[in-house]
């Protein structure tokens, strides 16, 4: 019996880990080659396959020069949304960005990427 009382405690806590949304389309963008302070977009798109209304509490980027765009309103089970990503290169060479994206009932954030290479 209290085992029983113990999982169905921790139960939620399980669910934690789990991702509450399914990405149509690879995590990891390739730009190419891009021109030096022209901007350049790509848009990752997701479904929410959780059981649950969420929302995405941010996006964060590892610099300036990557922008994020999304909707703020929330997600209902099933839906798909899409997170746009505007890079803006200042320097020349080959770079690689990480984006974690946070979402309501998720404990880390899923994480993206965008590379290529400025001339």
Known sequence: ???FIFILLLFPF???????????????FD?????QF???ETIF??????????VI???????GCTAPEWDYE????????????IFDAGKQGYFRKKIKVFFSN????????VEGEVE
């Open 1 to 3: 019996m209290y085992k």
């Open 14 to 28: 399980l669910l934690q880990g789990q991702n509450s949304v399914e990405w149509q389309n690879d995590t990891s």
């Open 31 to 35: 730009y190419g080659l891009l021109t």
């Open 38 to 40: 022209e901007p350049a």
């Open 45 to 54: 798109t997701f479904k929410n396959i959780s059981p649950d209304t969420i």
């Open 57 to 63: 509490d941010n996006v964060r980027t590892t610099c």
């Open 74 to 85: 929330p997600i209902v089970p099933g839906e798909t949304r899409e997170i746009k990503i």
């Open 106 to 113: 998720q404990r880390k954030g899923d994480l993206l990427y």
